[in-house]
């Protein structure tokens, strides 16, 4: 009787410690996958987000350039439309200038009053 006993209690021991032990290693491989899931999606995210951004940005000079462009039609000097665009350097200016130039005489501007400053 005692045999049995203890015999018993050993195979639920073991199989509670197997349970617990597969379900551990189980457990540990799942929070590794998600971790590692995750990741990839956080970097497809900022990828697709830093994208937008370059986007955007590009349109937006697109737009200054547009309007740089009407307002040397306009006046003959697209300075004062320039001039007002605090968000670019004053490099991102000089090209500004030059590319307005060259759009509108086809031919780069005699001076460029943004270079050499």
Known sequence: MLVTIVS???GIVCSAFFSWFFTYRYYKRSLADQAREASAQ?????????SVQ???????????????????RR?????RV?????SLTRE?????YDKVCM??????????PYKGM
Do not use: C, F, W
């Not at 956080?42 to 830093?50: F, K, L, Q, R």
């Not at 370059?54 to 040397?72: C, F, G, S, T, W």
């Not at 759009?103 to 460029?112: A, D, E, H, L």
């Open 8 to 10: 018993t209690t050993i």
């Open 82 to 86: 320039i001039d007002t665009l605090d």
């Open 92 to 96: 991102e200016k000089a090209v500004l």
């Open 42 to 50: 956080i970097s497809t995210i900022m990828n697709a987000v830093g």
């Open 103 to 112: 759009r509108v005489k086809g031919r780069p501007g005699k001076s460029n």
């Open 75 to 79: 006046s003959g000097s697209p300075i």
């Open 54 to 72: 370059q986007v955007n940005r590009d349109l937006l000079l697109q737009k200054y350039l547009e309007d740089a462009i009407e307002e040397h």
